[in-house]
């Protein structure tokens, strides 16, 4: 029993410096995209899917010591963590479900919710299958004249110089999880227009930002890009040719003389894409 408390523990702290590091990562096109929404000063919102509450934290400075931003999570360790460490005096974090938030009708001016509201099996850390039940939920929560922002990593080209390698990683399970074959085409995350307008929101819109990744890369972006490439590539042995596979695994490898991200001109790019709507 104590070894398998000590393997939950040393999992979370694993996936918790994993959070840090991507946060930190994508920080600078979070910025801008929170500013470019003109988040009301005062305001009081809702990070619905909240992980460790450094977003939070970005949009609580967005609304300024007299604004409240409270941040949803499902996972205990979390919540725990963005407590002791994003914790301000005009944040709240607090466990909850975002298919069933324990919030009043028209308790908020606005709700954010980023890579949360992912439609897949629960089996893949997804909320649901369907994500309509959730944006409703927001609908319900939000005041009248109130905005959503519904934000997916969309999009990335990071393997420089090898445009059909990436184009044949990109095809396997682990690239377009959680999505698969099964699921139904409008529960794609592309379709966020759609779930909006069945949910009853207004003045709709959907907006694409592109974040770039230029050398001379930190040691934080070099950790990030190698967990994105295991993410997105590193379970792709059996879908890809050996060749294919060889060559991943020659610009992956950093003892290699061709690991990508030693390259002095290296250069990527990654695409966040909001939908927003209005009550």
Known sequence: MEDEIENTIQNS??????????????????????KSLSIPAESKGLDAGCGIGSVTKLLAETVGEKGH????????DFVHYAK???????????????NSLRFDDNSFDWVWSIDTIWPGPKELGCPSEDPLKIIKEFHRVIKPGGSVFILFWSSQKLL???????????????????YNKGMKPVNHIMNGRYWLQKAVFNDISAKTYLGDIIAPLSGNDRNALTILFQMFWGESESEVTENDLNDFKRLYDPDSDDYILNKQHYYGFYTYTLFRGKK
Request: glycine content about 4%; hydrophobic content about 35%.
């Open 13 to 34: 702290e694993t996936e918790i410096s994993i959070y840090e590091c991507l946060t930190k990562f994508k920080e600078p096109l979070l910025n801008s995209i929170i």
């Open 69 to 76: 931003v409270i941040g949803v999570d499902l996972s205990k």
């Open 84 to 98: 002791n460490n994003n914790q301000t005096n005009n944040t709240q974090f607090i466990e909850g479900n975002v």
């Open 160 to 178: 420089a110089g090898y445009p059909i390698l990436e184009a044949r990683l990109n095809t396997t399970s682990s690239a377009t999880a959680p």
